[in-house]
């Protein structure tokens, strides 16, 4: 059986909180985003992990990062209080949106004309990409520290979120409403992530993984891991999915059981956030330890920088 040997994609000094891929462009490649608490969003290829750049500006911890699905821009959220909006071809930075406090999680909208933050002050804010004004459109208010967002995959108007709970809550940027929540849990929603068919959320929280439908929130499974995981990535095809947290491990579970199928140890810190590549191929994780790492889903395979070492 052929050996799981992860890349690692060095130029962090400190904690990679979160990890974001493209979709496949138009050249038929696809790209990476990492947030790390020294600052320093980087952009890289997707399926190597070689660094194309870095978009310098923030004064303060990056706490989360996305990218457009082709790529074209990139937007982060800060602990110096801003969100940035980024030319990824060049770099340069295209608006700065302040905020009046800490902007933790931060997503585009499928066609990319609106960006959501998510932000300590308790607040979601909707942005208009397309405009250049930096005031935001809409905004809704919760109780507690927005953790989580992500946008509707086949809606636009539509935004999923969480703070620091155990609530799914879905909001219409129309009425400027919220209009449907599940509770999950008592446990901390950690991190959510959209499908790459956008049917389908994945919901980290406590030692749980849950899998919803995206149009109603109907829970589709939870499955009962051995240890708090804080991130979790569903493969495209359904099959399975990967965590990360506090044991330093990633695992591959079986999406309709939950059962074990792969678990690897590589990372020196728990592993903060995790996710699958458009095509299937590569899950990237980012840990305390201040590394960016690439993992074959098919281990062995000739793919990217790997060269089929099977024995088979």
Same mark, same amino acid.
């Given at each position: 059986?052929?050996?799981?040997?992860?890349l690692?994609?060095p130029?962090?000094t400190?904690?990679?909180?979160?990890?974001?891929?493209?979709?496949?462009?138009?050249?038929? *490649?696809?790209?990476?985003?990492?947030?790390?608490?020294?600052?320093?969003p980087?952009?890289?290829h997707?399926?190597?992990?070689?660094?194309?750049?870095?978009f310098?500006?923030?004064?303060g911890?990056?706490?989360?990062?996305?990218?457009?699905?082709?790529?074209?821009?990139?937007?982060?959220?800060a602990?110096?209080?801003?969100? @940035?909006?980024?030319?990824?071809?060049?770099?340069?930075?295209?608006?700065s949106?302040?905020?009046?406090h800490?902007? @933790?999680a931060v997503?585009?909208?499928?066609d990319? @004309? @609106?960006l959501?933050?998510?932000? %300590?002050?308790?607040l979601?804010?909707v942005?208009? #990409?397309?405009s *250049?004004?930096?005031?935001?459109?809409?905004?809704?208010?919760l109780?507690?520290?927005?953790?989580?967002?992500?946008?509707?995959?086949?809606?636009?108007?539509? =935004?999923?979120a969480?703070a620091e709970?155990?609530?799914?809550r879905?909001?219409?940027?129309?009425?400027?409403?919220e209009?449907?929540?599940?509770e =999950?849990?008592?446990s901390?929603?950690?991190?959510?992530?959209?499908?790459?068919?956008? #049917?389908?959320?994945?919901?980290?929280h406590?030692?749980?993984v849950?899998? =919803?439908?995206?149009?109603n929130?109907k829970?589709l499974?939870?499955?009962?891991l051995?240890?708090?995981?804080?991130?979790?990535?569903?493969?495209?095809?359904k099959?399975?999915?990967?965590?990360?947290?506090?044991?330093?491990?990633?695992?591959?579970?079986?999406?309709?059981?939950?059962s074990?199928?792969?678990?690897?140890?590589?990372h020196?810190?728990?592993?903060?956030c995790?996710?699958?590549?458009?095509?299937?191929? %590569?899950?990237?994780s980012?840990?305390?330890?201040? #590394?960016?790492?690439?993992?074959?889903?098919?281990?062995?395979?000739?793919?990217?920088?790997?060269?089929? #070492?099977s024995?088979?």
């Amino acid at each position: 059986m052929a050996k799981q040997l992860p890349l690692t994609c060095p130029g962090h000094t400190r904690p990679v909180v979160h990890v974001a891929f493209s979709n496949i462009t138009a050249s038929g *490649g696809y790209f990476l985003i990492t947030a790390c608490k020294d600052g320093k969003p980087m952009y890289r290829h997707g399926n190597t992990g070689d660094w194309i750049g870095t978009f310098d500006g923030h004064k303060g911890a990056v706490w989360g990062a996305a990218l457009t699905a082709d790529a074209s821009l990139a937007v982060t959220g800060a602990a110096d209080f801003t969100a @940035k909006l980024w030319n990824t071809t060049s770099g340069d930075e295209i608006n700065s949106f302040s905020h009046p406090h800490i902007v @933790k999680a931060v997503s585009f909208s499928s066609d990319n @004309k @609106k960006l959501v933050t998510g932000c %300590v002050d308790q607040l979601i804010r909707v942005f208009d #990409t397309s405009s *250049g004004t930096k005031e935001s459109c809409c905004q809704f208010k919760l109780t507690k520290p927005i953790k989580a967002t992500v946008w509707d995959g086949q809606d636009g108007n539509i =935004l999923i979120a969480s703070a620091e709970e155990g609530v799914v809550r879905k909001f219409d940027c129309r009425a400027n409403t919220e209009v449907q929540t599940v509770e =999950l849990s008592s446990s901390m929603i950690t991190s959510i992530e959209l499908s790459w068919d956008g #049917t389908t959320l994945t919901v980290a929280h406590g030692d749980n993984v849950s899998f =919803l439908q995206v149009d109603n929130l109907k829970v589709l499974h939870t499955h009962h891991l051995p240890s708090i995981h804080y991130s979790a990535s569903l493969h495209p095809d359904k099959s399975c999915f990967v965590v990360g947290g506090e044991d330093f491990k990633l695992r591959k579970c079986d999406y309709t059981s939950g059962s074990e199928l792969e678990s690897y140890k590589g990372h020196f810190g728990p592993v903060h956030c995790v996710r699958y590549s458009p095509d299937g191929e %590569v899950y990237c994780s980012g840990s305390e330890d201040g #590394t960016v790492r690439l993992w074959q889903h098919h281990v062995g395979k000739t793919y990217g920088l790997w060269k089929n #070492t099977s024995t088979d």
